[in-house]
């Protein structure tokens, strides 16, 4: 059965940086798109990255454009989210996600519905 788990996720200052994971098991990375979404409180899920089937293409969302790069480790089976000058705006639960299609993320990261295996979510808070 395939699973996703997000980890990596904890309190951050301002300025900061936290690395996220995203480990695939039950199946090998190597078919899917992996995009990063994220909810804050009383918000709706909004798409932060995602990474193409083979690495090729990854795009971001225009906040965290120049801070956050994700990467993945086919061998590993794992998707990281480097982030790096964090901002109290980034605080909300961090979710991964497998696209549906080959397809997904070779222009834009798309909305949630072309994504289909979650994983649980890690919380990423960004307070002094």
């Known amino acids: 059965q395939l699973q996703l788990v997000e980890s990596g996720g904890g309190l951050a200052q301002p300025g900061g940086s936290l690395r996220l994971s995203c480990a695939l098991s039950?199946?090998?990375?190597?078919?899917?798109?992996i995009g990063w979404f994220r909810q804050a409180p009383g918000k709706e899920r909004e798409g932060v990255s995602c990474?193409?089937?083979?690495?090729?293409?990854?795009n971001y969302a225009d906040s965290v454009k120049g801070r956050f790069t994700i990467s993945r480790d086919n061998a590993w089976n794992t998707v990281y989210l480097q982030m790096n000058s964090l901002k109290p705006e980034d605080t909300a639960v961090y979710y991964c996600a497998t696209g549906l299609s080959g397809n997904v993320c070779s222009s834009a990261i798309g909305p949630p519905g072309v994504y289909g295996f979650w994983g649980q979510g890690t919380q990423v808070t960004v307070s002094s």
């Open positions: 039950g199946y090998t990375l190597n078919f899917y798109a």
């Open positions: 990474i193409s089937v083979r690495g090729g293409s990854t």
